[in-house]
């Protein structure tokens, strides 16, 4: 199984600033997705992150607000850009595991906004 | 569209009892299904998955799930619940022409009574 570490695990902001978290996989990976779970909430996508090219977004969600990175196959970063307190959310990293046909879940950053 | 429904936002249940959670799902093609738990304050874990073959699935920690696909349900079960059992428990949906991404239910918090 695939070994996920996210970097911070929690966080408080101000807002109006920038924070990026970091997604860092055991081993190579082909999909990387980033998920957003709001408080008491479900977990919505918000982009997969490519490696190579630009993120693909969910309806909903931008790049100039959450411009994502991945220039490996083992590494993707995640930046919330301009935050406000509704951006106050667990981020997190999940990649698919082709061989094993399953998707894994990192521990999560919890960011809140103040 | 696709969807994935919890009918059950919240469900008690007795230490020792049995347990099964309901999950439902809108999706055209065969769907990959997966249960994962979430502890307070933690990632999530995958406790089980569905992608092809016999419709009953086992899991860890004592769980089950069964794919019955004239019912679009992925019911998740298990025989007696422990106290370390509670959690917020999310059905998902993966897209298997979109390999990766997944569609969450709403989710069911179990509470567990001694």
């Known amino acids: 199984s695939a070994v996920i570490s996210q970097k911070p695990s929690r966080d408080i902001c101000q807002r109006g600033t920038s924070l990026t978290i970091q997604c860092q996989v055991d081993s190579q990976v082909t999909m990387m997705f980033w998920y957003r779970q709001q408080p008491g909430q479900s977990l919505t996508l918000i982009a997969t992150a490519n490696q190579g090219s630009e993120a693909t977004y969910e309806s909903g969600f931008v790049i100039d607000k959450f411009p994502i990175s991945r220039p490996n196959l083992t590494f993707s970063t995640l930046t919330v850009s301009n935050m406000s307190p509704e951006d106050s959310s667990i981020y997190l990293c999940?990649?698919?595991?082709?061989?094993?046909?399953?998707?894994?879940f990192g521990e999560g950053s919890w960011l809140t906004v103040v | 569209a696709q969807s994935v429904t919890q009918p059950d936002i919240h469900i008690t249940v007795s230490e020792g009892a049995s347990l099964e959670l309901r999950c439902n799902y809108s999706?055209?093609?065969?769907?990959?299904l997966f249960w994962y738990v979430q502890s307070p304050g933690q990632g999530l874990q995958l406790l089980l998955k569905y992608f092809s073959g016999d419709t009953l699935v086992q899991g860890i920690k004592g769980f089950e799930a069964e794919f019955k696909r004239s019912q679009s349900s992925f019911n998740l079960r298990k025989p007696s619940v422990h106290w370390s059992d509670a959690a917020e428990y999310f059905c998902a949906v993966g897209l298997s022409n979109q390999g990766g991404k997944l569609i969450f239910g709403q989710g069911t918090e179990l509470s567990v009574k001694p």
């Open positions: 999706y055209g093609a065969t769907p990959y």
């Open positions: 999940s990649v698919e595991d082709v061989v094993g046909n399953t998707i894994y």
